[in-house]
């Protein structure tokens, strides 16, 4: 019985210890290019289409050995490739220090009629496990006991908070949004918050939107939307999928989102443990939504939270436009 046991145990730990391996090593780096094809049935869209690549959730570090694994089969997957507008759809960065990472490959990209983001809230501050440790003033007067104890206290208020799908942030330090905003500007790539441009070119004349994060910022769907002709073709970029939820909304011909990341831990019958969008079920925490006349793309995203994906390998997209 304790040979059997022990033997039960091994498997357990080693099979538990493979599919930690997977993924942190080996999903992340599995990133894909897929492609979808989205007829409008207005005037604006060229006769030869209108092709976006749709990035994500990056979540960019200074120093990650995954990350440029698969930074470098994305420069391969794109290498070739033809596309007219790059949508990002916020958390760019995961720390400060991975801004300057982020902005060189964004220096790659090169789109025919131009590249465009909105903020996430990974952009608007940093996060680590500290926050999830007494504060200095927590810890004042506390001894090793009570001091565990409030530990112990705040890690399962946070994983009960992940199961319920409730908002639950490992918040560290504020970012200074305005910088990013500059430092893309200085690369060619235009955020849109709360704002809408008119992208001509090419045959063109369609108009893409974008609000702020839906929680870390001060999103205004209608001041994005004010310029935008009722009748015009027309793409809205937002970081949080739940943008769907707004009734303005409706007017969107496309919406692109990304921040669930693909649920990034799918489990076994249970799907998604964490979906962040709150209308999304664990069975489907990313892709295509539609319904009263909407339709939404939910990326998977590039980059994660914390270094592991399961069941939700990062994704980049090729959405082409085309004349219904």
Known sequence: MRKWLGWFIGVVIGAGAGLSFYAHRVERARVSLDRFAVPI???????AGLTILHLSDFHFRVADPVQEVRLARLRGLLAGEHYDLVAFTGDLIHNRAGASRALAFLAELHPLLGAFSVPGNRDYWESSFKAILPTSEERRNLSAGAWMRLTVCKVRRMVRMFAANQRAALRFRTNDVPAVHEALRAQ????????????????????????DDLTQGRPDLASALALVPQDAPLVLLAHNPDIWLDEGAGRADLILSGHTHGGQLRLPLLGAWYRQGTHLSRRQAAGWFEGDGRRMFVSRGLGESFPFRLGAPPQAALIRLFRA
């Open 41 to 47: 049935d207005k005037p604006g869209i060229p006769e």
């Open 188 to 211: 060619g790539i235009e955020p849109l918050v709360n704002r809408a441009v008119n992208i001509t070119g090419n045959g063109s004349n369609l108009w893409l939107a974008g609000v």
